[in-house]
């Protein structure tokens, strides 16, 4: 038998020596993470007087509670598909089906709460005092503007996990990252009629995920 080394050997020695072991995974601790994140960022939110002067008024209105409820569930799904992706034997594409179907049942949802408060669209002049644009950019600002170190934050999570679908991943995180910097700005802003929210609240969602989705998988392959 010859004792020749074969190129091919060659190559695989010199790439198993390149390996780095992969540290290990604990993602309750990693959402944990996000989650202490949050609480810095409300803290702070509410701590340099932002929080809505009539928050006792509005904890009596349904609508306050369907966005609260709304945010936590699309956060929970969304956070919890990021990270679980991040493990090479896990995908997001299931996730990401449930995270599109949490977000149409939160949407019809808040047609019900909407159709029990006021009429869907009484006149052009009453629509565009619903949608308050200017309030609205200002509140599209500001969720983006929360929703950044939380995405930065998955980035890193995402660095040091194994994601065999980074697209999917970075869908996931920046719907997780557009949640939790939603759900921060929720105590502070004073709009809870659905329309202003799907439409506002969308808007930020928007320019967060297509953000994620563009960069984090860049900054992954760097």
Do not use: N
């Not at 609508?63 to 609260?68: A, D, G, N, V």
């Not at 179907?101 to 002049?125: M, R």
């Not at 697209?167 to 995180?173: D, L, N, Q, R, V």
């Amino acid at each position: 038998m010859s004792s020749e080394i074969r190129p091919d050997d060659l190559l695989i020695e010199r790439l198993a020596g390149s390996l780095r072991p992969v540290r290990r995974r604990r993602p309750w601790l990693e959402m944990a993470v996000l989650g202490a994140l949050f609480g810095v960022e409300l803290a702070l939110l509410l701590g340099a007087g932002h929080m809505r002067i009539d928050m006792p008024h509005a904890m009596g209105m349904p609508s306050f509670w369907w966005k609260l409820a709304g945010l936590t569930a699309i956060i929970a799904i969304s956070s919890t598909t990021a990270l679980l992706s991040l493990d090479p034997t896990r995908s997001p594409r299931l996730g990401l089906r449930v995270i599109v179907l949490t977000v149409l049942a939160v949407l019809v949802a808040g047609w019900g709460v909407d159709a029990a408060q006021t009429a869907w669209l009484t006149g052009g002049e009453t629509l565009w005092r619903r949608l308050a644009p200017q309030s609205g950019l200002r509140c599209t600002r500001t969720i983006v503007e929360l929703a950044v170190p939380v995405a930065i934050a998955l980035g890193v999570l995402m660095r040091r996990g194994a994601s065999v679908d980074l697209a999917g991943s970075a869908w996931a995180a920046g719907i997780s990252a557009s949640g939790w910097g939603a759900l921060a700005f929720a105590f502070a802003c004073p709009f809870d009629d659905p329309l202003y929210l799907a439409v506002w609240y969308g808007v930020a969602f928007g320019i967060v995920t297509i953000g994620s989705r563009l960069l984090l998988p860049l900054i992954l392959r760097w």
